[in-house]
T-cell receptor, first 114, second 115 residues
């Protein structure tokens, strides 16, 4: 099955700096790569996603890049703010139609220091 | 805004007891997922339903776990008997489940502590 590795497991930055989280996946058939943010004690929520036919996607301070050849994708957060502090999970999706399966990475705890 | 509802939020039980968790997905969502999240790790899929049918339960410990979604709407996850290693957050999620993969909407989870 699919295996998703996520690094680093913890990341501490100063407010205003950039943060980068990287993930690799094993199944070359994976076609959809979402990123979820989970604040302490709250539910995971989708913040950005990218499909396999796109190399980069940006939404304000958040961007995701995908390298299908190398089977890795990354989350970039610019101008970090204290409210960006959370655990971030990447995921890779195999399958399609009504039967697709997400495999999550182990998460990155991002701390933004004021 | 519609949300996935889960209950109970917290459950403390002794090992060998039975526990049950309930999930009500967003109306109209055909796909429902149960994930287990151990502290410090990512969610791991236990079971996935498409309407009332199980499409993936390969990671569900079937000797003690069961899940059902009888009418294709709400769902129940049961553990019997509970073991110490079952202590975790149990997350339910739902999605439209048609066409290409899309966003999963998660509930707030049910935190289980087995003593």
């Amino acid at each position: 099955g699919e295996n998703v590795e996520q690094h680093p497991s913890t990341l501490s930055v100063q407010e205003g700096d950039s943060a980068v989280i990287k993930c690799t996946y094993s199944d070359s058939a994976s076609n959809y790569f979402p990123w979820y943010k989970q604040e302490l004690g709250k539910r995971p929520q989708l913040i950005i996603d990218i499909r396999s036919n796109v190399g980069e996607k940006k939404d304000q301070r958040i961007a995701v890049t995908l390298n299908k050849t190398a089977k890795h994708f990354s989350l970039h957060i610019t101008e970090t703010q204290p409210e960006d502090s959370a655990v971030y999970f990447c995921a890779a999706t195999t399958g399609g139609g009504s039967n697709y399966k997400l495999t999550f990475g182990k998460g990155t705890l991002l701390t933004v220091n004021p | 805004e519609a949300e996935v509802a889960q209950s109970p939020r917290y459950k403390i039980t002794e090992k060998s007891q039975a526990v049950a968790f309930w999930c009500d997905p967003i109306s109209g969502h055909a796909t429902l997922y149960w994930y287990r999240q151990i502290l410090g790790q990512g969610p791991e899929l236990l079971v996935q339903f498409q309407d009332e049918s199980v499409v993936d339960d390969s990671q569900l410990p079937k000797d003690r776990f069961s899940a059902e979604r009888l009418k294709g709407v709400d769902s129940t996850l049961k553990i019997q008997p509970a073991e110490l290693g079952d202590s975790a957050m149990y997350l339910c999620a739902s999605s439209w489940g048609t066409g290409s993969p899309g966003e999963l909407f998660f509930g707030e989870g049910s935190r289980l502590t087995v003593l």
